[in-house]
Each structure stands twice: as structure tokens, then as C-alpha cells.
């Protein structure tokens, strides 16, 4: 049973575009909203989070929009640049766990 | 500060052996979680240990089982090796309880079951 469903699985945009990532989720105990980056042979590295009594956070050129009645969250990334090219994976934690729930990931390219 | 660091970076087993990966947390933090990630699938969670104990455990077998040492290092043992469990191996550590703040991944053991 997969708990937070990703969309899309591939997206390319051109440099200067906006890229959107989509994630949505099932179970109402999730509390912590974390999206991941991870470049090709290292481990995924946090990029920004939210808590669900937030609609939107931002921190430079990446936001994320948060909306708790329609369990959906998701990623916008301003500018995309070609360095920005990565897989990108949003994750929820329980309440009182400390278990990352990954969704399947969203593998970027920003062409130049 | 060196991060997280995993060791060995690659390693090839055969079925049915059995194999050991290592974890070292970044500096300060006390609790390591073990993450299984399949090809073009994200993480999965294996367990965490904190104090030497296993305080959470995903849907993973038996054959998975890890350690803690007292300085926080610790090592994930998988026995019976099957051709599924070739993956990419992740530890990350963070504080115990407090994975809000941040949980630090290493790059990962390559492990390939032939």
C-alpha cells in the first residue's frame, strides 16, 4: 500500500521554468511534510518542509503549497535552473514516529 | 564535520550469502535509520535504533536485523541474501524524536545480489 502517491514520474522543463511536483496522501496522522533532493549516487538531502497548520511556505526559489483538506501537497521550483536536475521525492511522518514515508520520486531535467 | 558516512560504497554478494553494512551518524546526533531504496523507487524504512535498541521496524523480514554500538555506529545485517534485495542501502541520523528538525542521509551502500 503505498501512503503518499507522487505525480509526475519524469518532468522536463526548459532553464527559467517552473517546475511542479504533486504528492498526495491518505492517512490524516501525517504531520510532517518533507521533500527530498537526491543527485545521482548520494543520498537524498532535505529541501524544505511543512506542518499541515501551514497552506504555504517558501524558501527561496522553492515552495511548497499545502492543502489539508484535499490531503495534497506539492513543490513549486521558481527559475529552474539545470542544476536543479535531480530526482525529487516528498515524504510524510506520523505524529510520534520518526519513519519517513517516501513517495516514488520525480526524476527532474532542466535543459539549459 | 564529516556527515554521515556509509561503508563499503559497493559491494557483490551472491544469493544466499550473507552481508553486513556500516553506518557512522554525523556528529551529535544519536538515532540511525536504515533505508532500503529499489531501483527508481523511493526509500523504504527498514527500522531505527536509538540507545543500542531497535525502537521502530518497517515491513521487512527477519533476515534484516541490526546493531548499535555505544557510539551511536551502526551496522544492518542481511542473511539469506535473495536477488530482491539488491538495492541501494541508506542510513540517516538524526535526534531521537526530534526527526522534524532534520534527518542526514548518507550516499548510500550499492548493494547487488547475483
Known amino acids: 500500500q503505498q501512503q503518499v502517491k507522487q505525480s509526475p514520474q519524469s518532468l522536463i522543463v526548459q532553464k527559467g521554468g517552473i517546475s511542479i511536483i504533486n504528492c498526495a496522501y491518505e492517512?490524516?496522522?501525517?504531520?510532517?511534510f518533507p521533500w527530498y533532493q537526491q543527485f545521482p549516487g548520494k543520498g537524498p538531502a532535505l529541501l524544505i518542509a511543512?506542518?499541515?497548520?501551514?497552506s504555504e511556505k517558501k524558501e527561496g526559489r522553492f515552495t511548497i503549497s499545502f492543502n489539508k483538506s484535499a490531503k495534497q501537497f506539492s513543490l513549486h521550483i521558481m527559475d529552474s535552473q539545470p542544476g536543479d536536475s535531480a530526482t525529487y521525492f516528498c515524504?510524510?511522518?506520523?505524529?510520534?514516529?520518526?519513519?519517513?514515508?517516501f513517495g516514488k520520486g520525480m526524476k527532474l531535467t532542466v535543459n539549459p | 564535520d564529516a556527515g554521515v558516512t556509509q561503508s563499503p560504497t559497493h559491494l557483490i554478494k551472491t544469493r544466499g550469502q550473507q552481508v553486513t553494512l556500516r553506518c557512522s551518524p554525523k556528529?551529535?546526533?544519536?538515532?540511525v535509520s536504515w533505508y532500503q531504496q529499489a531501483l527508481g523507487q523511493g526509500p523504504q524504512f527498514i527500522f531505527q535504533?536509538?540507545?543500542?535498541?531497535?525502537?521502530q521496524r518497517g515491513n521487512f523480514p527477519d533476515r534484516f536485523s541490526g546493531h548499535q554500538f555505544p557510539n551511536y555506529s551502526s551496522e544492518l545485517n542481511v542473511n539469506a541474501l535473495l536477488l530482491g534485495d539488491s538495492a541501494l542501502y541508506l542510513c540517516?541520523?538524526?535526534?531521537?524524536?526530534?526527526?522534524?528538525?532534520?534527518?542526514?542521509f548518507g550516499q548510500g551502500t550499492r548493494l547487488t545480489v547475483v
Open positions: 540517516a541520523s538524526s535526534l531521537f524524536m526530534d526527526i522534524t528538525i532534520e534527518a542526514f
Open positions: 535504533y536509538y540507545e543500542e535498541e531497535e525502537r
Open positions: 515524504a510524510a511522518v506520523m505524529g510520534g514516529s520518526e519513519k519517513l514515508v
Open positions: 511543512i506542518r499541515p497548520d501551514v
Open positions: 556528529s551529535g546526533h544519536d538515532t
Open positions: 492517512n490524516t496522522a501525517f504531520d510532517y
